[in-house]
């Protein structure tokens, strides 16, 4: 089970590989392989996005809740010891 | 298990190049269209800032060092 940074930085990871496939796609729409490599993250980003959503509450408030709503709670993206840093290659997956 | 474990295509190969180009314009612009190629792993794509290598350090900032030394130009 991955800690709350390795995970969130996981996700970033994939969310940025993610969105400069949409940019290649946006003008390469009918590249498959672009497609496929884009369906392989998103769909890695959204497994993770769960698993971190089941442990440690929501990373976007656009989710079913459970009670207590916990959006509100901290950490927040803008507090220095929510974020991580890039050392290390444990987050380096092939897709 | 990674469906598309492509065996990394060499740089070169990477930018279509272009045979002739015909009746060409002043003052236009041309530009090779991109084919999508390798891509750098997740990790390394985020720390560069790209995930395409064929457009990665187009400006040489590797060769040159992090900092933004315009001095030795």
Redesign the interface.
């Given at each position: 089970m991955m800690n709350r940074d390795e995970l969130l930085k996981i996700i970033s990871v994939l969310d940025f590989y993610a969105l400069d496939l949409q940019l290649y796609l946006n003008t390469h729409p009918t590249d498959r392989d672009a497609i496929q490599k884009y369906n392989n993250v998103v769909k890695r980003a959204k497994e993770l996005r769960e698993e971190y959503e089941r442990t440690y509450g929501m990373l976007t408030p656009q989710n079913i809740s459970d009670s207590p709503w916990r959006w509100i709670e901290n950490p927040w993206p803008w507090q220095y010891k929510f974020n991580f840093d890039l050392e290390g290659d444990e987050c380096n997956v092939d897709l | 298990m990674?469906?598309?474990?492509t065996v990394a295509k060499p740089l070169a190969t990477c930018i279509p190049q272009e045979q002739s180009l015909h009746n060409v314009q002043l003052a236009h612009a041309y530009v090779p269209f991109?084919k999508?190629c390798n891509?750098f792993?997740?990790?390394?794509?985020?720390?560069k800032g790209?995930?395409?290598p064929e457009l990665y350090d187009v400006y040489g900032w590797e060769r040159k060092g992090r900092e933004d030394d315009c001095d030795d130009e």
């Open positions: - | 990674n469906e598309d474990m991109q999508l891509t792993r997740p990790l390394d794509g985020f720390r790209t995930i395409f």
